[in-house]
């Protein structure tokens, strides 16, 4: 079985801060990883996804993640992030072939302070 | 535009009275599912459905049901909501060809069931 765990559940930053929001995942058989970003009364929105191409993933808004397979991690950073930012961050997990489904992470939520 | 649309995207209701919560979506997708979302716990499935006719149950499937009768629609029924059942739902879709497109979810159904 695959399982996702999402070490900070809150991460305060100041604006214009680096961020590192952590991943670790658990899965027997080759993997990919995901995060998603939901802002305030929204929906999911794909930040970037690790299909096993490139082990660093760059996404969207400046976001970026690195896979490590030799940690198990799926690491989400941004040099510097802005108020928008804040929102809840999910890492997720698929084993891909023939299985879809996606297990997620508890969420990290992200407040950025000015 | 591609998209996943739920509705509605609030209710509120009592105990006992079945609701059905509809999505739908025009990319042509193999696979749906439902999640809920719960502070604390992030989003667990409730139900899959891998193409029409062919649904299973997810990781809390207790309380709901499913149906997959057209490609485009998987409702979500609640035959008899109860106050545990109050949560946030996401109606989710992809390709069936692997899981490294991640899905795409729609835009949230806010339950309260009093």
């Known amino acids: 079985a695959q399982s996702v765990t999402q070490l900070d559940s809150q991460v305060p930053v100041f604006e214009e801060a680096p961020v590192e929001l952590r991943c670790n995942y658990s899965?027997?058989?080759?993997?990919?990883l995901f995060w998603y970003v939901q802002y305030p009364n929204q929906g999911l929105q794909l930040l970037l996804k690790y299909t096993s191409a490139a082990t660093l993933v760059k996404g969207i808004n400046g976001f970026e993640a690195e896979f490590n397979k030799s940690q198990t991690s799926f690491h989400l950073r941004k040099p510097s992030v802005h108020i928008s930012d804040t929102a809840e961050y999910f890492c997720?997990?698929?084993?891909?072939?023939?299985?879809?489904?996606?297990?997620f992470g508890k969420g990290t939520l992200l407040t950025v302070n000015p | 535009e591609a998209q996943v649309t739920q509705n509605p995207r609030y209710l509120i209701t009592v105990t006992g009275k079945k609701l059905t919560v509809t999505c739908s979506q025009n990319m042509n997708h193999e696979y749906m599912s439902w999640y809920r979302q719960d502070p604390g716990l992030g989003l667990r499935q409730i139900y899959y459905s891998m193409n029409v006719e062919v649904t299973d149950k997810g990781d809390v499937p207790e309380g709901y049901k499913v149906s997959r009768k057209e490609k485009r629609n998987f409702p979500l029924i609640l035959e008899s909501p109860s106050p545990n059942q109050t949560s946030l739902y996401f109606c989710a879709s992809s390709f069936a060809s692997s899981g490294v497109y991640g899905y795409t979810f729609g835009s949230g159904t806010r339950l309260t069931v009093v």
């Open positions: 899965s027997s058989v080759s993997v990919y």
């Open positions: 997720a997990v698929s084993r891909g072939g023939s299985n879809y489904k996606l297990t």
